[in-house]
């Protein structure tokens, strides 16, 4: 069964599916038109996110039977297309939820205690204690959206900090011993802290906007580690202004896709952007929230079993 990665992951990963006699086939560099002229000869696919695996490129894929993302979600593939075709799809959640977990409250801490604004005062020698004095966890009603691996990991994170936990989904009876499922209404009642956990799909996308936002009978602090399409960067702004949104950890943002970089070159920075690079109660990080040293590891040894279990049976690679 030949298998093509054009992303770099662990190496443990390639390592381990050659031993389980899969043959592996790396091409880190070529454009998407040049693979899909070659995909027909592979039988399964390994991706990060170089490039969208479209309906074109699957029309070509003509002996695919599955694709593996080493990662959480499954967005940049056209999985209703891809399921027509019995292409088996396989993504990663299990690999990077700790990771994601602990920025969460990372970032959630970190604004807290104002710690990278009083970071920041004290190398410009200033120390200014009243200004920083921090707020406490302890008490607090922390909701969640979205509570699947890494909604999860983040209300486990929350254990001992004396916080109750509230989380909506779609999903019926997804609470545990760790968090409580409720209403969306509920939640809103309730929460002063919000994390988001959700995939993009077109129910999230736009999700937190000024009508969401202003449903929050309290004042909030807002986590984003899920998905930057989440959030309407404009209405954020405007809920931060007028103090309704008390600080944001963003680690993703709507910008994100469009060559990030290029935001920083003359006139082409959305005014939403300027005002969160600016604000002191906001906390911005590259979309790392499951990128440590232990989940590269870990998001490869969940791909391998994954693959593993489906197709190494002698069975599963007939046609």
């Not at 000869?41 to 390994?46: E, K």
């Not at 600080?247 to 990030?260: I, M, P, Q, R």
């Amino acid at each position: 069964m030949k298998i093509l990665h054009i992303d770099t992951n662990h190496p443990s990963l390639i390592e381990q599916l050659a031993s389980a006699g899969f043959e592996n086939y790396e091409d880190y560099s070529s454009s998407k038109s040049d693979i899909e002229q070659k995909i027909s000869r592979y039988d399964g696919i390994v991706i990060r996110s170089r490039f969208a695996i479209d309906k074109s490129f699957l029309k070509k894929a003509t002996k695919l039977k599955f694709i593996a993302r080493v990662g959480a979600g499954l967005e940049n593939i056209d999985c209703e297309y891809a399921l027509t075709k019995k292409i088996e799809l396989i993504a990663a959640p299990e690999g990077n939820r700790n990771a994601v977990g602990e920025h969460a409250l990372a970032m959630l801490l970190s604004l807290f205690n104002n710690l990278n604004k009083a970071d920041k005062e004290v190398k410009q020698g200033l120390w200014l204690r009243e200004e920083n004095r921090g707020v406490e966890l302890d008490g607090k009603t922390v909701g969640i959206i979205g509570y699947g691996n890494m909604g999860k990991s983040f209300a486990k994170k929350l254990r001992g900090f004396n916080v109750e936990v509230l989380c909506y989904d779609i999903k019926p009876s997804v609470g545990d011993e760790n968090c409580k499922q409720v209403s969306l209404e509920e939640l809103q009642e309730k929460a002063e802290v919000l994390s988001l956990h959700t995939p993009q799909t077109a129910l999230t996308e736009k999700m937190i906007n000024t009508s969401f936002i202003k449903s929050f009978r309290k004042n909030f602090w807002l986590i984003n580690t899920a998905r930057g399409k989440s959030v309407v960067t404009k209405d954020l702004i405007l809920a931060l202004k007028s103090g309704k949104i008390l600080g944001a950890g963003l680690d993703v943002l709507e910008y994100e896709k469009s060559s990030f970089e290029n935001l920083f070159s003359k006139n082409l920075m959305p005014d939403a952007f300027q005002y969160l690079i600016a604000a002191e109660n906001v906390l911005l990080s590259p979309h790392v929230g499951g990128w440590t040293q232990e989940s590269k590891e870990k998001l490869a040894q969940t791909i391998v079993a994954k693959i593993k279990e489906k197709f190494s049976s002698r069975k599963n690679l007939i046609n």
